[in-house]
């Protein structure tokens, strides 16, 4: 019975997606070099592309591609929709559903070198030139 149950919190939480708290997401960028003068905008951008969310995969876009994750990857661009990671961040979109954000964070981080912040209409249209999160308490 113990090892049915482990199994099934395995399962859950191996599919499940997780819903990250403003402070564990400030954790988890910390943990991959995000610097600080970037924080409160990346905070900022991911609550309003994913609600801090890792498994979304949001609706198809205009041109019939969609966006992944936590940081609402694109696959036309970045990730390879088959199982063979691909494309510029040489990952599956699946990947960047993970609960382990490593490697959406390392895309992101490659797409923000090659475009800034204005890759994201999440960041333009509700962070650009606004008020940002407060993340004084993490
Ligand atoms: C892409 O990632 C795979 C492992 O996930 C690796 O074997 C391969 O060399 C990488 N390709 C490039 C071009 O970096
Ligand atoms: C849809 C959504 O999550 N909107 C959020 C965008 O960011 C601002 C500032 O953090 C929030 O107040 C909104 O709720």
């Not at 910390?30 to 905070?43: A, F, H, I, L, T």
């Not at 890759?119 to 030139?129: K, L």
Request: hydrophobic residues 30%; aromatic residues 10%; positive net charge.
């Amino acid at each position: 019975m113990k090892y049915i149950l482990l199994f099934t919190t395995a399962i859950f939480l191996a599919c499940e997606g997780r819903q990250l708290s403003r402070c564990e997401l400030v954790r988890e960028l910390r943990k991959y070099g995000y610097p600080e003068n970037q924080m409160r905008d990346w905070v900022c951008l991911v609550e309003n592309e994913s609600s801090r969310r890792t498994d979304v995969i949001g609706k198809p876009n205009r041109d019939g591609s969609r966006d992944y994750g936590l940081f609402q990857i694109n696959d036309r661009y970045w990730c390879s929709n088959t199982n063979a990671p691909g494309k510029d961040c040489n990952v599956t979109c699946k990947q960047l559903l993970s609960n382990n954000i490593r490697d959406s964070a390392v895309c992101a981080q490659k797409i923000y070198r090659r475009h800034g912040f204005n890759a994201w209409y999440g960041w333009i249209n509700h962070c650009r030139g606004r008020p940002l999160p407060d993340i004084a308490s993490c």
